[in-house]
């Protein structure tokens, strides 16, 4: 079988942006957290979605072993999804490098938008590149591994 993934992964370890979910001690702050945590992926989104100059389609949501997934498509292809809890990942895929190469740079616009001249976020948004189906994408098994090492 042929196959051809393009895609955009990243993975903010340092929970720079303000749509990760922190897990906090009750169940009403949870869920408070929840609400707070995707009006601001809302806004992130509509925000990307001027920079990408193309519609950004919500798919919904999904809970998988614990994890919220947020997934969108793309109007011109390709689909996007967001883990929010942290360490917070998002893997944006496609079939075209260059589609993929003008996601990224969006992204980053958006992100550097988001942060504000953080520290952080020169290194963080450095670390976010264009990989094809021959480079490692992040894995849950990855992930599950970091937010190991990173701790509760």
């Given amino acids: 079988m042929k196959t051809k993934h393009i895609f955009v992964p990243v993975l903010d370890v340092g929970e720079l942006l303000p749509f990760v979910i922190k897990k906090k001690g009750k ?7 929840q609400e707070r945590a995707k009006a601001e992926l809302v806004k992130f989104i509509d925000e990307l979605e001027k920079n990408y100059k193309e519609s950004i389609y919500y798919m919904g949501m999904d809970i998988i072993e614990s994890k919220t997934y947020e997934r969108f498509i793309f109007e011109n292809g390709g689909f996007f999804e967001v883990m929010t809890e942290s360490p917070l990942a998002m893997n944006a895929h496609f079939i075209n490098e ?11 616009k958006t992100i550097k938008l988001i ?8 290194m963080f948004l450095d670390s976010i590149e264009v990989q094809t189906e021959a480079d490692q994408s992040l894995t849950y098994e990855k992930w599950d591994r970091m937010k190991s090492i990173k701790g509760p």
């Avoid at 169940?27 to 957290?33: D, G, Y």
């Avoid at 942060?115 to 020169?122: A, E, R, V």
């Fill in 115 to 122: 942060l504000k001249g953080n520290p952080m976020s020169k």
């Fill in 98 to 108: 260059k589609t993929a190469k003008r996601f990224c740079s969006a992204l980053k």
């Fill in 27 to 33: 169940l009403q702050e949870n869920i408070k957290e």
